[in-house]
C-alpha cells in the first residue's frame, strides 16, 4: 500500500477535529443548527490554513444522511453515510472542485454554470467549489455574477483565495466572508504532538517548536516538514537534526549577541558573526532569531511574568531583559526587522549583519552599564561660556578659550580685502600666534537688516484708530471670517459718524454687496443699532492690516538691532573676520 502522507491523512474530517478556526466553526455550525444557509461562501486566508478542509466539511454537513440514511443537514456530519465518505474520497457527483489557477477562462466557467440548472444526481444540494478565486479573469467573473446573485435553490458557491484584494467588489458584496487566520506556534505544535502520538513516533519538544515556527501559520505545511524530519531523522524527531534541517539558528548564538551588545564589546560581535559563517548560518535567520528574542524581552520587561513557564529559554530571556533597559530593548528590536530588509543591498549577507551590529552598538543609549561612554569635555573657563553659546547660534566656531579676545574694531570699519571663503570657513589667521596688541585691526561686517523688516512709515488718524478698534472687536468675538474679515482688514475709513460708515477699498472681489452686506450686519450686531455701510474704490492708507504690517516689521527691526549691539556679538564679528548674522534668523518675541 502506497505511503499517505500526513498532511492528507490527517486532514480534519469534521468541524470538531479543526484545529485554529474556532471563529468560522462556530459561525457555520451555528448557521448549520439554525438553518440560515447563505448561497455563497468565501474562505480568505493564506497557504494550509484550512480553506478547502472546510469547504469539504460544509459540503458533507449539507449532504449528509446520517448513518441510517434518514439525516439531514446537521453541523456534525456522520463520516459514514455514502455522501460523507464519496466527499472525503473525492468522487462526490454533486461536489466539484475547480482550480481557477488553470480554468480561469470565460469558457471554463460557462461550462460549469451550464450544469447549474440541473438539480442534484445523488445529494441535497450541488456545491460548488472554485480554489484561487482570484486568478479567474474579468470575463470570467462577469459571467458568473448573475448565477452568484441568485442560483437556484439546490446550489452552494464556495470561494477560496488567498488574495481577497483582487476579487472584483461585485462578487464579494454576493458572498458571506469569512478569514481563516495564521493559526498560532502553540497550536501547531500542540497538533504536531497529537498527530506523531498517533503515528507512535518519538519527537523532542525543541523539535516541534522549531518545526511549528517554521511553518509560519499554515498547518499543512507544519505536516509537510514533519513527514520531511520524520525521514531525515530515520523515524525521529530530535531537536539537533531538525534544526538542521531546517538551516534555523540556535538561540544560543542570538543570546551571545545580545550578550555583547549590553556589554558594548564590539569584538564579540564581530567575532561571533565570523563564527555563524564558518558554520554556515544564515545571517537572516540571525536576526530573525535576535528579533524573536528581544520581542520576548520587551514583553518580560512590559509584563514580567507573562512568558510560557513551560519554555526552557524563559530563564535567559528573563536574565537579558534584567540586563538592558526597556528603550534599549525596543531600539534594538526595530534596528533588527529594518536590517533584514537591508541584507540583500549588502556586497553579502555576513558583512550586512555586521552593519547591522554595529549600528545597534553605535546607536545603543550610554547609560550605567554600558561600555560605549560620551567623552569627558573640558571645562569651560567661567568667563567664557556665553561666548561659547552665542557662537554656535551664529555659525562660527567656538572662540578659543585660552585666546584672549582681542578689542573689538569700529562697527562698520571698510577695508580692501582678497576675496572672502565661503561664511561657513573661517579664513587662516596669519596673527594667531602673535602678540594681541601687534594684531592688525580687522574689518568688521555687520548684515544689515532685512528687507522685510524695514520699519514702514504709517501715518495714522482718528478715524483710522476708531476704525480699527471695531475692526478688533470683530474678529475677537468672531463676528467676521473668510471674505468678510478681509474686506474688514483691508479697507480705509474715510467716514464714521452715527449717519453712515464709508470705506475705501482697493480689491474689487473684497466691495462685492454680499460682502459688504455680511459686515455691515456684524458690525450692526456689535454697536446694537443699524449703521449704513459704503464701499469706495481707492488705495487704502491707514487699515488695520497696513498698521499690523508695519507694527511686525517695527518689531523685527528692533530684534535685529538688539543683536548687531550686543557686545558679544561684536566681539565675535571682530574676533572672526567671516562671521556673520544669518538674515531671517532672528525672531522677535
Known amino acids: 500500500m502506497s505511503y499517505l502522507v500526513l498532511a492528507r491523512k490527517y486532514r480534519p474530517r469534521s468541524f470538531d477535529a479543526l484545529v485554529g478556526q474556532e471563529h468560522v466553526v462556530q459561525a457555520l455550525s451555528n448557521a448549520l443548527t439554525q438553518q440560515r444557509l447563505h448561497h455563497a461562501y468565501l474562505f480568505t486566508g493564506t497557504r494550509g490554513v484550512g480553506k478547502t478542509t472546510v469547504s469539504r466539511i460544509l459540503a458533507k454537513s449539507l449532504n449528509c444522511t446520517g448513518a441510517d440514511g434518514r439525516g439531514g443537514i446537521t453541523a456534525q456530519p456522520c463520516g459514514a453515510c455514502d455522501a ?160 538542521q534541517m531546517l538551516g534555523a539558528v540556535d538561540r544560543g548564538h542570538a543570546v551571545r549577541l545580545v550578550e555583547a551588545l549590553a556589554a558594548g564589546d564590539g569584538a564579540a560581535l564581530v567575532g561571533a558573526v565570523e563564527q555563524l559563517r564558518g558554520l554556515g548560518l544564515s545571517a537572516a535567520g540571525t536576526l530573525e532569531e535576535m528579533a524573536a528574542l ?39 528590536y526595530s534596528i533588527v526587522v529594518h536590517g533584514r530588509a537591508e541584507l540583500a543591498l ?61 578689542t573689538p574694531a569700529p562697527a562698520r570699519a571698510v577695508t580692501a580685502r582678497s576675496p572672502e571663503p565661503p561664511p561657513w570657513v573661517d579664513a587662516p589667521d596669519e596673527a594667531a600666534d602673535a602678540d594681541p596688541a601687534e594684531r592688525p585691526a580687522v574689518a568688521i561686517e555687520v548684515a544689515e537688516p532685512s528687507p522685510r523688516a524695514a520699519v514702514t512709515t504709517l501715518a495714522t488718524t482718528p478715524l483710522g484708530d476708531r476704525w480699527a478698534a471695531l475692526v478688533r472687536r470683530l474678529v475677537e ?25 464709508v470705506l475705501r477699498v482697493e480689491r474689487e472681489t473684497l466691495r462685492g454687496a454680499a460682502n459688504v452686506d455680511k459686515l455691515r450686519a456684524a458690525i450692526e450686531q456689535t454697536l446694537g443699532r443699524a449703521v449704513p455701510l459704503q464701499a469706495e474704490s481707492g488705495a ?49 518675541y
Do not use: W
Open 84 to 243: 460523507c465518505r464519496d466527499i472525503d474520497a473525492g468522487r462526490f457527483v454533486d461536489y466539484v472542485e475547480l482550480d481557477a489557477a488553470s480554468n480561469r477562462s470565460v469558457e471554463e466557467i460557462t461550462q460549469l454554470l451550464d450544469q447549474a440548472v440541473y438539480k442534484p444526481v445523488l445529494g441535497r444540494f450541488k456545491v460548488y467549489m472554485i480554489d484561487e478565486v482570484h486568478m479567474l479573469s474579468n470575463t470570467a467573473f462577469n459571467a458568473m455574477l448573475k448565477t452568484l446573485e441568485e442560483p437556484p435553490d439546490y446550489l452552494k458557491f464556495v470561494l477560496a483565495t488567498t488574495d481577497p484584494q483582487k476579487v472584483p467588489p461585485t462578487v464579494l458584496s454576493r458572498c458571506l466572508q469569512f478569514n481563516l487566520r495564521p493559526m498560532a506556534p502553540q497550536t501547531v505544535q500542540e497538533h504536531l504532538a497529537a498527530v506523531l502520538a498517533q503515528e507512535h513516533i518519538a519527537a523532542e519538544p525543541g523539535a516541534l517548536r522549531l518545526l511549528a515556527r517554521a511553518a509560519r501559520g499554515s498547518m499543512r505545511d507544519a505536516l509537510s516538514l514533519t513527514d520531511q524530519a520524520i525521514a531525515f531523522g530515520a523515524g525521529t524527531l530530535a531537536e539537533a537534526g531538525v534544526r
Open 294 to 332: 528581544l520581542q520576548q524581552m520587551a514583553v518580560q520587561q512590559a509584563v514580567p511574568g507573562a512568558l510560557d513557564a513551560g519554555d526552557p529559554d524563559a530563564a535567559q530571556v528573563e536574565r537579558l531583559a534584567g540586563a538592558l533597559a526597556p528603550d534599549e530593548t525596543q531600539l534594538l
Open 540 to 588: 487704502a492708507q491707514d487699515s488695520p492690516a497696513r498698521r499690523e504690517a508695519a507694527a511686525r516689521a517695527r518689531a523685527q527691526a528692533e530684534a535685529e538691532q538688539i543683536i548687531a549691539d550686543d557686545p558679544l556679538v561684536k566681539a565675535l564679528m571682530a574676533q572672526y573676520k567671516t562671521a556673520r548674522i544669518v538674515p531671517g534668523s532672528v525672531k522677535p
Open 346 to 406: 549588502a556586497p553579502d549577507e555576513y558583512s550586512g549583519l555586521v552593519m547591522v551590529l554595529l549600528r545597534m552598538l553605535a546607536f545603543k543609549p550610554a547609560g550605567p552599564g554600558s561600555a560605549q561612554r560620551a567623552a569627558p569635555r573640558p571645562a569651560a573657563a567661567p568667563a567664557q561660556p556665553a561666548a561659547v553659546a552665542a557662537a554656535a547660534a551664529l555659525r562660527v566656531p567656538a572662540p578659543p578659550l585660552a585666546r584672549p579676545a582681542p
Open 477 to 501: 468675538a468672531g463676528a467676521v471670517s473668510a471674505l468678510v474679515r478681509e474686506l474688514a482688514m483691508q479697507a480705509e475709513c474715510i467716514a464714521f459718524d452715527d449717519a453712515r460708515i
